[in-house]
């Protein structure tokens, strides 16, 4: 049986029209992202000094970029459910680079993400200025990480996770990973720390392959980028924000792991069926 990871999507090239959408879309989306990290930047010298490690004003001005990178793009966006309020975590299923910009444009979070991101090209810079965690995957590194995470957590920082470790094909959801749930359980945190689920469904555009949006394996970013803005009439992503559960309610990591992949799987599967 074939490796899903190995699997490729239709071979693909933008005609004149793709060519004129990828145009207009990218420099408008260029502008304001770009233009929003000005901003943002600017806020962050007034912010940092008046409220560190807390970021009362800057995360607005993600989320205003984001929501406005998906109107541009032509994603409709639907979203069911409310996001907690006060201290806790987020954990989601991962599709794409895409995901960014939809759960940014959802509510006001802070990623949690790989060091090698830090790195890249244009996309580390905008992580680095929103806040982002990043984390590296020695286990050496472990202990610090966690105290990093109490860290944001403890200034009201709404961390999201994405606890299967890889982007997917959007059609699936791989087994969860329980390594970072275990921050979760540190004292101090436990007894008062709440954990929301939430579901991210792509809905590919009418005749298009069900993958359309899902970025996987050795798939590059550039030509995923342009075939997004080259896409006249887009599918929608629909994201439901499950009710939050107390992290003292379990006995440990992996059975908090369970109960959220349990309840994200259902409802993804669910949605896809519905389509």
């Known amino acids: ?37 000005a ?21 607005w001005i993600t989320q205003f970029v984001c929501r406005t990178a998906l109107v541009v793009m032509g994603l409709r966006l639907g979203r069911r459910g409310q996001p907690m309020t006060g201290e806790g975590a987020i954990v989601a299923n991962h599709s794409s680079w895409l995901d960014i910009f939809v759960l940014n444009a959802c509510d006001r979070i802070y990623f949690v993400s790989k060091s090698e991101v830090a ?37 009201q920082h709404r961390l999201l996770f994405f606890p ?13 990973k329980s390594t ?13 720390l709440r954990i929301q689920p939430v579901s991210v469904v792509y809905h ?7 993958r359309f949006y899902g970025w996987w394996g050795e798939m590059e970013f550039a030509p995923h980028f342009l075939r997004m803005l080259a ?3 887009h599918g929608h992503v ?21 109960h959220c992949e349990a309840v994200i799987r259902t409802a993804h599967d669910q949605s896809l069926s519905k389509g």
Not at 239 to 255: E, L, M, Q
Request: no cysteine.
């Open 204 to 210: 590919a555009p009418a005749g298009q392959d069900p």
């Open 119 to 155: 790195a890249w090209a244009g996309i580390g810079w905008l992580a680095r200025a929103t806040g982002t965690v990043f984390i590296a995957r020695k286990g050496s590194e472990a202990q610090a990480q966690a105290a990093l995470f109490q860290t944001r957590l403890h200034a």
């Open 238 to 258: 629909e994201v439901t924000f499950h009710d939050p559960v107390a992290v003292a309610a379990f006995a440990d990591r992996k059975a908090l792991t369970a």
């Open 1 to 37: 049986m074939t490796d899903w990871r190995a699997a490729r999507l239709p071979p693909w090239r933008p005609g004149p029209g793709g060519w004129l959408l990828i145009l207009l879309r990218g420099t408008v989306i260029g502008i304001v992202t770009y233009g929003g990290l």
């Open 39 to 59: 901003v943002l930047l600017l806020v962050r010298l007034i912010e940092a000094p008046l409220f560190a490690p807390r970021r009362p004003v800057t995360p």
């Open 164 to 176: 299967e470790g890889t982007s997917t094909d959007a059609i699936r959801i791989v087994p969860f």
């Open 231 to 233: 896409t006249a009439r």
């Open 180 to 192: 970072l749930f275990a921050a979760f359980f540190a004292v101090g945190l436990r007894d008062r």
